[in-house]
């Protein structure tokens, strides 16, 4: 008897992205070269000191590390915070209110184990980062989509979020991340402060997912740090902060992440969840350590870097004729309205049928960044992970491309 | 309104053997050495090949690979796979029927996900990897257990599992290790048909965790591996093999595992989940495939360092009053039969009260590997490895503690 594959595996969501990877296959198969803007692996050397790290790394062992992390990298990581003034007027993070994961993917995992059971949900605030629906689906758990728009750059309406949470009384958790993927918006305090007192409100966990907290370009944030969840006042119980060496250091493949609370019940379960996997990676670990210590200037200049490329991207989309997108005060992405409406063509078109002097890019249709059906068929996602001039070849590519693909009576 | 954690949460699993973990902290505070038996965490050095390669990786960027992990290392484990002939008279295994994942454990996560919704169950051979369990109840299923016994080293009965199977409709898989873990019991090729034939009559997916494959003993297998699933005939949509680079080339630090299935549907589902977390660690799995390399010499080395602990154990212990213990074929674990009837409390007698020249030894009582309440309650599982003077005054503890703990009237 042929054994069944289980529901969740036949639901499972696919990546809306690599559905698009074979036609930039064939594009690649073509001579082309692809200009890859549809996900967010920066280019951007990692840290110099992280990569030391791991030429020095001398142990004869490779042994298991403790399951929530070595204590010398949440030590690092507790430093990090107090140094950062992460904490506010709050109390300063403890390395044990910090469990290092495999990447901010396996925090974000065991947090949303950790609120929901069977059938619960999730509400975030669309378009989201899919892997969250992932993550929901693997452990049986819903997404509720709370729907945010360009008008005012992706902004989440407290008001509205309490609607949704009174609408779904078994939603556990509102996630987002701030800055934010794929919009790059940035909570502010004030901001972080209303939806707090909603989610206390309805008693639901506030996750706020901060693994680009250092790409902040606003001039009252410029060279610090996007507001964090941490300074909460009286969220001790609510709060759960995620976070990666992944995109901070460009050490996406590390596999470091670490999920931050002072609700000490969360996690004693989340570490649960991390025992039964043992171990994060120990030479990772080890490396992440030291990715804590990346010079500030090296810092700044990546930083610096992605202000000049947010700059570049945002003013060339919104000078091509019927595109416009806002000013994304944060991360390296954006979400732009393209005149269009159906992007998955776009985007497969850029890739199967378009050229300019032997280049092409590939986009990130925006639809499956979003929970509501339908939703964000005319837009795109563009990581602005490439330096400007294939930026400024990209801007070129999408302009002629757009009038090819209406030419050909797309619209 | 305070949030509250999901069942999920509040009844994981907690791991029996760290719950021993405060005890032996007091015990190294009291100035005793500990000789740590509890875990598998083996003292032999990482495999040379690997830890060169973790030195000798120089990319600028630490990006994210393919989410079923690199093609080179993929292509390295076929060919291990190849190499050790793991494939018998079967067709040999593909590189696409290989997926990366973050240690053998988030395969046996995927695995289960992919097999099991929500109120369905796996069953296991008792005494078992508990965190079979853990992996279970993260995905909102059971565990059904199937005991073994020392009388016939720990065996599995094909009859027994078929009755079991019957008796479990929801049953969707049996996952069993070998070279086992906790028993070091290795299935044999016949008896590996016969669960095949047992796992295809109920349709059930046949799950064998290979991770200790090269850890064999016996005269007709030393030299070489045991017995693999891969090589049943006619079992390519039921068998899913799981594998490490962790205690084969001793780097339970660098989270590198992967399964096999020629399922091609199972694959699809795993990689979809697998895309949920992007990436397995970049650095690592340069290391991994190095560590395939590994001279066949210091592999054997280890192979008969192993061997020789196993002798001095499993002889030691059988020389002791009232205790016994099966000679396992495989792995570096070994369950033993004591003259008490709470190894919970020995375990932590030896910890808290007892020590010999300084020194006293950590064990894992046995319980925590039985999923049926009360059993196993007389054992304790030991694994051998350190070297044989540690081991040798280990099993002098043992025999001295097991007197002491009689005397103060425990039985």
């Given at each position: 008897m042929t054994p069944h594959l289980s529901r969740r595996a036949l639901d499972a969501p696919a990546s809306p992205i690599r559905r698009l990877m074979p036609f930039a296959d064939g594009a690649r198969d073509?001579?082309?070269?692809?200009?890859?803007?549809?996900?967010?692996?920066?280019?951007?050397?990692?840290?110099?000191?992280?990569?030391?790290?791991?030429?020095?790394?001398?142990?004869?062992?490779?042994?298991?590390?403790?399951?929530?992390?070595?204590?010398?990298?949440?030590?690092?990581?507790?430093?990090?915070?107090?140094?950062?003034?992460l904490h506010g007027a709050q109390k300063p993070v403890d390395p044990d209110q910090i469990l290092?994961?495999?990447?901010g993917s396996e925090a974000l995992l065991f947090t949303i184990a950790a609120a929901c059971d069977f059938g619960d949900s999730i509400v975030v605030a669309e378009p989201y980062y899919t892997n969250y629906k992932g993550f929901a689906h693997l452990l049986g758990c819903d997404v509720v989509p709370l729907t945010?728009?360009?008008?005012?750059?992706?902004?989440?309406?407290?008001?509205?979020?309490?609607?949704?949470?009174?609408?779904?009384?078994?939603?556990?958790?509102?996630?987002?991340?701030?800055?934010?993927?794929?919009?790059?918006?940035?909570?502010?305090?004030?901001?972080?402060?209303?939806?707090?007192?909603?989610?206390?409100?309805?008693?639901?966990?506030?996750?706020?997912?901060?693994?680009?907290?250092?790409?902040?370009?606003d001039d009252e944030l410029a060279g610090g740090v996007a507001p964090s969840a941490l300074a909460l006042p009286d969220m001790g119980e609510h709060v759960v902060v995620i976070d990666s060496v992944s995109k901070r250091y460009s050490a996406c493949g590390s596999r470091v992440g670490w999920l931050i609370t002072r609700n000490a019940s969360l996690y004693a379960a989340c570490l649960k969840f991390a025992q039964t996997r043992l171990s994060p990676p120990t030479v990772d670990q080890f490396a992440a350590e030291a990715a804590v210590r990346t010079p500030m200037g090296e810092m700044r200049a990546n930083i610096a870097a992605y202000q000049a490329r947010r700059d570049v991207v945002v003013s060339g989309l919104n000078a091509i004729e019927g595109v416009s997108c806002p000013n994304p005060a944060g991360a390296f992405y954006l979400v732009a309205d393209l005149p269009i409406t159906d992007s998955n063509a776009f985007c497969r078109f850029l890739l199967e049928e378009f050229e300019l002097d032997g280049e092409t890019v590939m986009l990130a249709p925006a639809g499956g960044f979003y929970a509501t059906p339908?939703?964000?068929?005319?837009?795109?996602?563009l990581a602005y992970v490439l330096d400007i001039p294939a930026l400024k070849r990209s801007l070129r590519i999408i302009s002629e491309g757009l009038l090819a693909f209406q030419r050909r009576g797309n619209i």
């Open positions: 073509r001579g082309l070269h692809v200009h890859h803007l549809n996900i967010g692996q920066p280019d951007i050397a990692t840290s110099s000191t992280m990569r030391a790290a791991y030429q020095a790394f001398s142990d004869e062992v490779v042994a298991y590390s403790p399951s929530q992390g070595t204590l010398s990298l949440r030590n690092a990581l507790a430093d990090y915070c107090r140094s950062n003034q290092v994961t495999v990447g945010t728009g360009p008008e005012d750059g992706f902004d989440v309406d407290p008001a509205r979020l309490s609607a949704r949470l009174a609408a779904h009384p078994r939603a556990r958790a509102f996630i987002v991340p701030s800055p934010g993927n794929p919009t790059g918006a940035v909570l502010t305090t004030e901001r972080l402060s209303q939806i707090a007192a909603v989610c206390r409100e309805h008693g639901v966990f506030f996750v706020v997912d901060e693994v680009y907290r250092e790409f902040v370009y339908g939703a964000g068929m005319n837009q795109v996602r």
